[in-house]
């Protein structure tokens, strides 16, 4: 397999625990992680090259209030807002329009300081993969909650890392080779009722082979046929999500 270049990430995060885990979790997956404890540190960018592919920041690192998260932020911007992918981390109750404004000085996603380990990585991939967010036709939304998939004559567990209507990414340890057709059973978030899918993995991602991982070990897996019940349900679902 061809080597692959990897990813550069700028990490600015003042708590050590999460410092550490999210240091590890990243270069586990084949990025290179840079750690800044102050913005002054952030390298600046010469002839025009790219020093980072993605910056995570913990909003607390500019201040305890939105005001003067506001009025230093622009600190880190060396070039025109979208020509760097931001993820800011904030325990802030921000509103939409303070979204908003965040956008507007290039933030790219905003995700509280707690989130899931997983929903953080779904974003870094969305931001820096395209494969990961494949059948684009249709939003994905970052999943988080258990799935079961029917396969050497017995079901197995695993985790629906991202969800459209038409597949899913679905992390586990194992998984089945590309082309596989799968029964699959999965109970959406506050949902009453379970829904049956039946997919075929499109592509797969798995670190007992060694490669060189850039999303959790898993498989891509397109929908082939759903009843319309259940399609009604995972439509709403995902609107609700994205709302």
């Keep these: 397999m061809t080597a692959i270049k990897k990813k550069r990430i700028a990490l600015f995060e003042p708590v050590e625990t999460a410092q550490i885990f999210l ?5 586990r997956l084949s ?25 995570i920041l913990n909003l607390s690192m500019l201040g305890d209030t939105f005001h003067k998260v506001l009025q230093r932020l622009p600190e880190l911007r060396i070039d025109p807002p979208s020509s760097m992918a931001i993820i800011a981390l904030t325990d802030l109750n921000l509103s ?12 790219s996603v905003v995700l509280p300081h707690k989130s899931h ?3 953080l990585l779904f974003e870094v991939n969305r931001l820096l993969f ?40 679905i992390q586990c340890d194992r998984p089945p080779p590309e082309k596989k ?12 009722r379970r829904l049956e ?16 991982q850039l999303s959790p070990p898993g498989m891509g897996v397109h929908f082939l046929t759903i009843s319309a019940e259940d399609h009604a349900s995972l439509v709403q679902f995902i609107s609700s999500k994205m709302g």
Aim: charged share 25%.
């Design 197 to 212: 899918v039946q997919a075929i993995v499109n592509w797969t991602t798995d670190t007992s082979k060694g490669q060189n």
């Design 96 to 107: 939409s329009q303070a979204h908003r404004q965040l956008e507007k000085l290039g933030i």
């Design 181 to 192: 057709t799968l029964q699959i059973r999965l109970t959406l978030p506050n949902g009453e």
């Design 23 to 27: 240091q590890q979790l990243l270069e």
């Design 31 to 55: 990025y290179r992680v840079d750690l800044f404890s102050c913005l002054e540190q952030f390298p600046k960018r010469s002839s025009g090259r790219k020093m980072v592919d993605l910056v």
């Design 117 to 119: 380990w997983m929903e």
């Design 130 to 169: 395209s494969k990961i967010c494949e059948l684009r036709n249709y939003n994905r939304i970052f999943g988080g909650f258990p799935v079961q998939f029917h396969e050497r004559e017995r079901w197995q567990d695993g985790i629906v890392y991202n969800i459209s209507q038409q597949g899913a990414f």
